[in-house]
């Protein structure tokens, strides 16, 4: 689908007017390089820059349909997250060392990501004061202890139980039973995160066509990535587009699913949240399947999100993805529930974004099998302002034919599994999806759930909950 008169994101839409815009500079002839990226968000621009960081000569084209950020580097929720939480799905998919690599690689990726936006000026709002995971009702307290457990015995574990009443004054809630706090996470304006990148790639001698859609690739041993008014030959092509893969190429279609995050932002109410003690950057999630995610913005709004509502038939990209959130009565309500001093203060927008998620859980990168130099990375699930860093990293050691233990990472073994074909993915997920809502909803009332929807959430829990967006 085209977004050439695009719906933007509240955060993106703030980001551009506080830029001297440079026009964007569409594709018009036929050239060649080393690495063309199609897609300019966090990972097709981390996997420039750090190519540049690596070989200064190589010649890196960056190629993006829109604005770079105009996907949901530009639109998500913020939380800098790590994949501790994922421990277990790690350990049984890649091993326990290469799990233990990974939760700590995640971690040092939120300092090394607030350190490279130290060093190139990248004014985004970039706290790093940690994460608190917290049970809201009875059925959430123990979610985290099997995989808090399997830390501990690593000895990677960087989480610390808060009793309630400590907890409620990170968490600005007294909505909770049950908190971990862990140091290595923050959060991020992710919209200025991600033009602040695309501005240091270009100085970095990257050079971004914006406005410029890949409409083919023509494969080979020297690939083609064919725009409306030109092409680029490269010696190794990167598919960095998220959730437009399926869209694009239909081998994918099964890999991922398209599902939306809902999410809202306040006006200002510094004082408000000041008093209920959200004057920082931390993120803070609840124990949810379809969870909910906020933080505090440094001037003084609450961003509050929710994963789990609108699926995408056959993985393909829907309008509504581009459209104001037709839930704000579901942020809203999460707003009253957690917050009863905001009751009064209105959401100032409202919007929604596709998440791609894999079977896992757990983003995949890889090579396409019947041609190499066709590199591709996606499947964050919900988790990729943090992870996206190493996919770039995986990605520039795959493109640079690096032999390091971010190539021979267990990610970069293509997607593992597949959901069912269509209409059986798509019924299945509503089934699913509404299962989880009355099951959740039960579980609010203080009610035990069903049966029935405890065996429908059991589908969701098995391919790993979102950790936000
Ligand atoms: C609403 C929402 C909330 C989220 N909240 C969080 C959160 O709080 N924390 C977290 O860790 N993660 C969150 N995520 C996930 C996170 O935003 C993503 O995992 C991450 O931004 C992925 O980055 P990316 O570069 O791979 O994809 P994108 O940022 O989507 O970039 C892909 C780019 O490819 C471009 N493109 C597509 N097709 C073409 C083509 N044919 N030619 C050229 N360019 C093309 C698109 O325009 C887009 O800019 C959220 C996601 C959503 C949608």
């Known amino acids: 689908?085209?977004?050439?008169?695009?719906?933007?994101?509240?955060?993106?839409?703030?980001?551009?007017?506080?830029?001297?815009?440079?026009?964007?500079?569409?594709?018009?002839?036929?050239?060649?390089?080393?690495?063309?990226?199609?897609?300019?968000?966090?990972?097709?621009?981390?996997?420039?820059?750090?190519i540049k960081e690596a070989d200064p000569g190589r010649r890196v084209v960056v190629i993006e349909q829109e604005l770079c950020g105009s996907g949901a580097s530009g639109a998500n929720g913020g939380c800098m997250l790590t994949l501790a939480?994922?421990?277990?799905?790690?350990?049984?998919f890649y091993g326990q060392s290469e799990a233990a690599r990974l939760v700590r690689a995640s971690e040092q990726a939120v300092f090394e990501i607030r350190d490279f936006a130290r060093k190139h000026a990248i004014d985004c709002d970039l706290r790093v004061d940690g994460a608190l995971y917290m049970a809201t009702n009875q059925a959430q307290v123990g979610g985290l202890d099997v995989v808090l457990g399997a830390l501990d015995e690593a000895a990677i574990n960087s989480w610390d139980e808060m009793t309630p009443a400590q907890a409620s004054t990170v968490a600005g809630t007294q909505d909770l039973l049950e908190a971990h706090f862990s140091k290595a996470a923050g959060s991020v304006q992710p919209a200025l995160l991600v033009r602040g990148l695309a501005r240091v790639a270009r100085s970095m001698g990257v050079v971004i066509h914006e406005d410029t859609s890949m409409r083919r690739l023509e494969k080979g041993p020297e690939p083609r990535v064919i725009t409306?008014?030109?092409?680029?030959?490269?010696?190794?092509?990167?598919?960095?587009?998220?959730?437009?893969?399926?869209?694009?190429?239909?081998?994918?279609?099964?890999?991922?699913?398209?599902?939306s995050s809902d999410m809202g932002i306040t006006r200002p109410c510094p004082e408000l949240l000041e008093?209920?003690?959200?004057?920082?950057?931390?993120?803070?999630?609840?124990?949810?399947?379809?969870?909910?995610?906020?933080?505090?913005?440094?001037?003084?709004?609450?961003?509050?999100?929710?994963?789990?509502?609108?699926f995408a038939y056959g993985s393909r990209m829907i309008r509504s993805f581009f459209e104001p959130s037709t839930y704000e009565w579901?942020?809203?309500?999460?707003?009253?529930?957690?917050?009863?001093?905001?009751?009064?203060?209105?959401?100032?927008?409202?919007?929604?974004?596709?998440?791609?998620?894999?079977?896992?859980?757990?983003p995949f990168f890889g090579r396409l099998p019947d041609h190499p130099g066709v590199l591709y990375g996606f499947g964050y699930s919900g988790n990729g302002v943090t992870q996206s860093l190493l996919g770039g990293k995986i990605l520039r050691s795959l493109a640079l034919g690096l032999d390091d233990e971010w190539s021979r990472s267990g990610f970069t073994g293509g997607p593992r599994g597949k959901f069912p074909p269509e209409p059986i993915r798509w019924t299945g997920a509503m089934l699913v999806r509404n299962g989880i809502r009355r099951k959740e909803a039960a579980e609010d009332a203080g009610r035990t759930a069903s049966r029935l929807d405890t065996c429908l959430a059991r589908f969701a829990q098995a391919a790993g909950k979102a950790d936000s967006g």
Request: overall charge positive; proline content about 5%; some cysteine.
């Open 1 to 50: 689908m085209s977004v050439a008169e695009p719906y933007r994101a509240w955060w993106f839409d703030q980001a551009l007017r506080r830029e001297t815009p440079d026009r964007p500079e569409p594709l018009q002839e036929a050239i060649d390089c080393d690495v063309c990226i199609v897609g300019g968000g966090y990972t097709g621009l981390w996997t420039a820059i750090l």
């Open 85 to 92: 939480t994922k421990y277990l799905s790690l350990i049984k």
């Open 228 to 259: 409306e008014h030109g092409s680029v030959k490269a010696t190794k092509v990167v598919l960095a587009v998220n959730a437009w893969i399926a869209t694009l190429m239909p081998r994918f279609r099964r890999t991922i699913t398209l599902v």
């Open 275 to 310: 008093r209920i003690g959200l004057d920082h950057g931390a993120s803070v999630c609840d124990g949810r399947i379809f969870v909910h995610y906020y933080h505090a913005t440094s001037d003084g709004r609450l961003l509050l999100g929710k994963g789990g509502n609108t």
């Open 330 to 362: 579901q942020v809203r309500g999460a707003v009253d529930r957690f917050f009863p001093e905001l009751r009064d203060t209105p959401l100032e927008a409202c919007w929604n974004g596709p998440s791609d998620r894999s079977t896992t859980g757990l």
